[in-house]
Nanobody, 122 residues
Framework: QVQLVESGGGSVQAGGSLRLSCVGS????????VGWFRQAPGKERELVAR????????YYANSMLGRLFISRDSAENTVYLQMDNLKPEDTAVYLC???????????????WGQGTQVTVSS
């Protein structure tokens, strides 16, 4: 089993930045792709970024394109999500999840963290 713990959330004014961390436990964490999701009240869960197990390919949602940078540090079992120029509509609980590619276009996320709250004020 892989356990994930997010941190780095908080309150920030519009235009500010935050860096979220996702620390994975277990010896197999580095074998998984990691996605960052957000869940806002009244909205469906949205994948905002993903990085593969090697840290060589990334994905960013159009809703936050250009404002995110995802990276991973294998030595620290940590995946980071740098968020810049935050907007009030970015307010949500942000969760990381570890998964594996099942088809060329579909990931199955197997392990989830509890989430960290990000609040962006206008």
């Amino acid at each position: 089993q892989v356990q994930l713990v997010e941190s780095g959330g908080g309150s920030v004014q519009a235009g500010g930045s935050l860096r979220l961390s996702c620390v994975g436990s277990g010896p197999t964490f580095d074998n998984y792709a990691v996605g960052w999701f957000r869940q806002a009240p009244g909205k469906e869960r949205e994948l905002v970024a993903r990085i593969n197990s090697y840290g060589t390919t990334t994905y960013y949602a159009n809703s936050m394109l250009g404002r995110l940078f995802i990276s991973r540090d294998s030595a620290e079992n940590t995946v980071y999500l740098q968020m810049d120029n935050l907007k009030p509509e970015d307010t949500a609980v942000y969760l990381c999840a570890a998964g594996r590619l099942r088809t060329t276009s579909h990931y199955e996320y197997l392990y989830w963290g509890q989430g960290t709250q990000v609040t962006v004020s206008s």
